[in-house]
T-cell receptor, first 115, second 114 residues
Framework: DAGVIQSPRHEVTEMGQEVTLRCKPISGHNSLFWYRQTMMRGLELLIYFNNNVPIDDSGMPEDRFSAKMPNASFSTLKIQPSEPRDSAVYFC?????????????FGPGTRLLVL | AQSVTQPDIHITVSEGASLELRCNYSYGATPYLFWYVQSPGQGLQLLLKYFSGDTLVQGIKGFEAEFKRSQSSFNLRKPSVHWSDAAEYFCAVGRGGGADGLTFGKGTHLIIQP
């Protein structure tokens, strides 16, 4: 299996620009998670989907952040407008529930730098 | 609310020596616990997980972890470390069996001395 695929791997943009991060989960997995990793706050869950439906977005920091999952094989995380404090590594993970127990598999991450 | 504490920010171990990374959790229900490893510039790789049953779980790369409910701990061990084990290690607790996401500790940076 190809694993979780994220694009781009690196993104450098200027403050105020729109940024779109993309994720393709492992085929057959029906849960998808977006995490953010920063030095100050560590790894934080931003939002997750189950069967393409957003379940909990309480971790999304501000209205500037939005996420969608239009189908089972694709999700986006958008930041508009971007700010320097959004600089971080953004991870996507997917999982397949098995008897109430789930193991998440992570993508390689997108390293975002907002200037 | 759930939380995970990794008391050691950095640990330095000589190659060939044994390793123990500490993890303490706070969770109201049955904890589902995970250890992940992150090499520089890479994503997170699952080392091992505990859902139920035997409290000593084996993982990849020669790692093991022991769940101790009385101490709310899930420490990671390896009998003999290799230079390639140098990385960041994260302990996590799964909310709702993992279905509701993971809460991570801040990580422990492992340095291997020759």
């Amino acid at each position: 299996d190809a694993g979780v695929i994220q694009s781009p791997r690196h993104e450098v943009t200027e403050m105020g620009q729109e940024v779109t991060l993309r994720c393709k989960p492992i085929s057959g997995h029906n849960s998808l998670f977006w995490y953010r990793q920063t030095m100050m706050r560590g790894l934080e869950l931003l939002i997750y989907f189950n069967n393409n439906v957003p379940i909990d977005d309480s971790g999304m920091p501000e209205d500037r952040f939005s996420a969608k999952m239009p189908n089972a094989s694709f999700s986006t995380l958008k930041i508009q407008p971007s700010e320097p404090r959004d600089s971080a590594v953004y991870f996507c993970a997917s999982s397949l529930p098995t008897g109430g127990q789930e193991t998440q598999y992570f993508g390689p991450g997108t390293r975002l730098l907002v200037l | 609310a759930q939380s995970v504490t990794q008391p050691d920010i950095h640990i330095t171990v000589s190659e060939g020596a044994s390793l123990e990374l500490r993890c303490n959790y706070s969770y109201g229900a049955t904890p589902y616990l995970f250890w992940y490893v992150q090499s520089p510039g890479q994503g997170l790789q699952l080392l091992l997980k505990y859902f139920s049953g035997d409290t000593l779980v084996q993982g990849i790369k020669g790692f093991e972890a022991e769940f101790k409910r009385s101490q709310s701990s899930f420490n990671l061990r390896k009998p003999s470390v290799h230079w390639s084990d140098a990385a960041e290690y994260f302990c996590a607790v799964g909310r709702g069996g993992g279905a509701d996401g993971l809460t991570f500790g801040k990580g422990t940076h492992l340095i291997i001395q020759p």
